[in-house]
Each structure stands twice: as C-alpha cells, then as structure tokens.
C-alpha cells in the first residue's frame, strides 16, 4: 500500500502506471467503515488501480462545530484499507496541499440539484463538495468514481458536476451499507451513545414503514405520516422528509409510473446529524 501526501507524488506515481491500467478514485474524509470498504472493494474488482482519497474537506462544512468534530482516524483508516488490497494508493493530503492559501470554493450551477434537501439545510455545501471531487478528479484522472447511495443527492449532483464540466469519468453508485440495526453506516454514527445509536435504528425502519405506505398512498400523506411518527419520538428531531423524484430531486405531485421516486431524510440525534433514503 502506498501513501501519498501530495499531488506531485500522487501524479507522478499514477502518470508512471501502464496505460492499459484502469484507473479508479473513492473519494472520502476518512473515519473509514463498512459502507467505505464496500466502495473500495467494488472498485478493485473493476480496475486494476485504485486511489483512495482521505480528505476532510473544510469547503464543504457549513456549520464550524461540524468540521471540529468530525472523527479523524488516519492510521485504523490505513490499516482497514491495508486489508483490502496490497495495491491500494492512499492520497491524505493536508488542507494547504490542497488549498494552498485559498481555502474557498468555486460557485457552482447545479441546476437545482442544490437548492433542496441537504443544499437547503447545509448552505454552500454542494459547492464545496463540487470543487474537492473536481479537483479530485482533474488531477488523479480516474477512469471511473464511486460514491455511496448513502449520498444519493451528492451523487446526482456530481453526475451533473461531470457533464457540466465534461470530465471523462463513469460515476458509479454504490448501495448502502447498514449497521444489523438497519441504521444507514456513517462516520457520524462514532458520535452517538450507544442508546442512541440503537434508537437511531428508527429512521430505518420509519422508510421502510413508508415504503411500502407508498405502495397505495399518496407522497402528501407518506410524508405527513413519517412527521407525526417523528413529532412522538423523544429522542429523535426530524429536520427534513422529502419524497422526490430520482433524477431531478423536485418533490412529487401525482405519481407516475413511469418515473423512479426515493424518499429523503435527515434526523438530528443528540446533537448528530444523519441522513439517510430509499428507493420507493
Ligand atoms: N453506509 C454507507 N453505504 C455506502 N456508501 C457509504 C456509506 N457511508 C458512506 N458512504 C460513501 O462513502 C463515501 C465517503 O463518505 P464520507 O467519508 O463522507 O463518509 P460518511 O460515513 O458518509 O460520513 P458522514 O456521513 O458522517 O460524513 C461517500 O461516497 C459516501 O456516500
Ligand atoms: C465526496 C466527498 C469525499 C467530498 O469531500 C464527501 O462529500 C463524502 O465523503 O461524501
Ligand atoms: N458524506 C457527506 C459528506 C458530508 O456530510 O459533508
């Protein structure tokens, strides 16, 4: 396994391999787990290389107390992903490696992707995501990306990112990986207590609810149905329930068969913030 901390290294590495070699980038911010190695292991099946980036990325933070402590676990990450394969490059660079002195993010038109969900509650977010995986992604120039379904919103948005600035890479997405609770794996989730961490299995198990409510159901009384659920949970505060279509992310009016929907959601815990979504 090699470890690389700048790009130079990084890219004169990567330049150096056969160019019959496909190239794969999983990008992430470290705090490795289950959901995280899926990823990797889907993208060493299907490539020869792969890159993984371990990056908290400052940009893409809105609210401060977030970035401060969001769990930072550099070296059980290198040996979780030691395990994966002996081939695996690391690329951990620091904030100034990648920034330099300009630790901002470019502005960019998502097409509305944005504006909901996490864009509405997490201002500014999308446009951080979008400048680390654009950077990521012209300088390590993968021939394909995997993000987690656990993301879905960030994972459109970067499908559009790619065509809007005609970057030549597969995106591919991931499905979720659960805790045996049901509970979507986050690194977030190192934050919770061990109670609410059990109780958080409701968020689950409330979309599965909905779900099949969907079978026969209008999307109006589904999400009113999960507000109440939430309005009587103690422990649990609901921020958003969103049921949307998949590609364009706009909330639902009169259902189409034609269409795909999934519903949406993000739920405080103790202080925690977690999403999750399922498809409908
Ligand atoms: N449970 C999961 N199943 C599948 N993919 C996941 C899961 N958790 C994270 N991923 C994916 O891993 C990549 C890196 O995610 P990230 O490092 O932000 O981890 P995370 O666990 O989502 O952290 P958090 O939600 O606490 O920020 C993203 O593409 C994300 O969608
Ligand atoms: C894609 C990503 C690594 C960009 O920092 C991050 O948003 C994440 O981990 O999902
Ligand atoms: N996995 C999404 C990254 C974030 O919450 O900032």
């Known amino acids: 396994m090699l470890v690389f901390k700048t790009k130079k290294e990084l890219t004169e590495h990567v330049s150096a391999l056969p160019k019959t070699n496909r190239l794969a980038l999983v990008p992430t911010m470290g705090a490795l787990h289950k959901g995280h190695v899926s990823l990797v292991e889907q993208a060493i099946a299907e490539n020869e290389t792969v890159v993984v ?15 401060e402590k969001y769990p930072q676990t550099l070296q059980a990450d290198l040996d979780l992903l030691s395990a994966t394969s002996e081939n695996i490059i690391i690329f951990a660079p620091s904030a100034e490696e990648v920034y330099d002195k300009n630790v901002k993010a470019k502005t960019y038109d998502f097409e509305g992707l944005d504006q909901v969900m996490e864009g509405a509650f ?16 012209l300088l390590v120039k993968p021939d394909r990306a995997y993000f987690g379904e656990k993301d879905f919103q960030q994972l459109q948005i970067i499908r559009k990112l790619v065509e809007q600035q005609q970057i030549p890479v597969e ?25 609410l961490r059990q109780k ?3 968020i689950y198990s409330t979309l599965l609810a909905a779900k099949e409510k969907f079978g026969t159901k209008s999307a109006g009384y589904v999400v009113d149905w999960v507000k109440k659920e939430f309005d009587q949970h103690e422990d649990l505060e609901l921020e958003y329930i969103e049921i949307t279509d998949v590609n364009t992310l706009r909330p639902i009016t009169i259902k189409n068969e034609n269409l795909k929907y999934r519903a949406f959601i993000a739920v405080y815990a103790g202080g925690v913030r977690l999403i999750d979504n399922i498809a409908l």
Request: hydrophobic letters at 35%.
């Open 53 to 67: 980036s371990i990056f908290v990325n400052p940009t893409q933070f809105n609210n401060k107390e977030d970035l």
């Open 171 to 195: 995106i591919i997405g991931c499905p979720i990986v659960r805790e045996p609770s049901g509970l979507a794996m986050s690194s977030r989730n190192e934050r919770l207590s061990p109670e």
């Open 200 to 202: 958080a299995s409701f």
């Open 122 to 137: 997490r201002e500014d977010h999308f446009n951080g995501v979008g400048t680390i995986v654009e950077a990521l992604l």
